[in-house]
């Protein structure tokens, strides 16, 4: 699987855990329609979950006028899953493809505001993750 389907499968499982409570290894047999498990699906998935109050904390830090309850559930997990790569696994990807990656999924799950408001929140936090 590319990565970028695993992102988008993330994407999907996080946001039925987010929205029904789902046991995450029920979503992400859903969202895998009968194709073959992936790791870089599941290391996403598992990772947000586990390092979820760490994630979110940052993210809450860099939203101006928003606070994390009010975001879209699509922005919020897509959120999730690009600040869990870029500091908990910023090794295996380079920033800038987290961050394009994370826009163009914007641009397609998200609605007309969703890419320019992630590039906006993961830019402050790819700033302070660096300094």
Do not use: C
Not at 31 to 45: I, N
Not at 50 to 68: A, F, G, M, R, V
């Amino acid at each position: 699987m590319k990565r970028r389907t695993a992102r988008e499968k993330a994407l999907q499982a996080l946001f039925q855990i987010d929205v029904s409570q789902t046991e995450p290894e029920s979503a992400i047999e859903h969202v895998l329609e009968e194709e073959a498990g992936d790791d870089y699906l599941s290391k996403l998935v598992f990772g947000v979950i586990e390092h979820k109050t760490e994630i979110d904390n940052l993210i809450s830090e860099n939203l101006e006028k928003w606070s994390l309850d009010r975001l879209a559930t699509v922005d919020r997990n897509l959120l999730r899953i690009a600040v869990f790569e870029l500091k908990f696994i910023q090794q295996e990807v380079p920033e800038n493809v987290v961050l394009d990656e994370a826009i163009e999924i914007a641009k397609i799950y998200g609605d007309d505001q969703s890419s320019k408001f992630v590039n906006g929140v993961l830019s402050k936090i790819k700033q302070s993750l660096n300094n």
